[in-house]
């Protein structure tokens, strides 16, 4: 049998101690770790997953803001947004046409770029050409 002196015996300890530690943290921090860092893949998902909330929001405002017949010769610019179909491009080029040459009838908006017969379909309801 090997004999070892206290100081050995101290020393032995300290290392197996210190091991056992050493494990102890690393256990701790594996459970306790939070991964903040997302793969590409959970970015991606995370943005369409916003932007597929905001055009569901974007969609249900329209729906409720719809109520009135809006004139296109008068409406801003929200206010033609919010038809059905009828994005802020859409709004601004309807905008910009009606600086030059007001409606008459509703069926003139077929003359602004981007408005189609199916479109005029779906937005008619909604439109009121006031006259003066």
Same mark, same amino acid.
């Given at each position: 049998?090997?004999?070892?002196?206290?100081?050995?015996?101290?020393?032995?300890?300290?290392?197996?101690?210190?091991?056992?530690?050493?494990?102890?943290?690393?256990?701790?921090?594996?459970?306790?770790?939070?991964?903040?860092?997302?793969?590409?893949?959970?970015?991606?998902?995370?943005?369409?997953?916003?932007?597929?909330?905001?055009?569901?929001?974007?969609?249900?405002?329209?729906? &409720?803001?719809?109520?009135? +017949? %809006?004139?296109?010769?008068?409406?801003?610019? /929200?206010? $033609?947004?919010?038809?059905? *179909?009828? #994005?802020?491009?859409?709004?601004? &080029?309807?905008?910009?046409? +009606? %600086?030059?040459?007001?409606?008459?009838?509703? /069926?003139? $908006?077929?003359?602004?770029? *981007?408005? #189609?017969?199916?479109?005029?379909?779906?937005?008619?309801?909604?439109?009121?050409?006031?006259?003066?």
């Amino acid at each position: 049998m090997i004999a070892l002196t206290k100081t050995e015996r101290f020393g032995i300890l300290f290392v197996v101690g210190s091991l056992l530690l050493g494990q102890a943290v690393v256990l701790y921090k594996k459970t306790a770790e939070v991964n903040y860092r997302y793969r590409v893949s959970d970015s991606r998902a995370l943005m369409q997953t916003g932007q597929a909330r905001a055009e569901s929001e974007r969609r249900a405002l329209k729906t &409720r803001l719809v109520r009135a +017949r %809006i004139d296109p010769n008068t409406a801003s610019r /929200e206010e $033609l947004d919010v038809l059905p *179909g009828i #994005g802020p491009e859409l709004a601004d &080029r309807i905008i910009e046409y +009606r %600086i030059g040459e007001k409606f008459l009838e509703v /069926e003139d $908006l077929l003359r602004v770029k *981007g408005v #189609g017969p199916k479109k005029l379909e779906g937005i008619k309801r909604y439109l009121a050409i006031k006259t003066q």
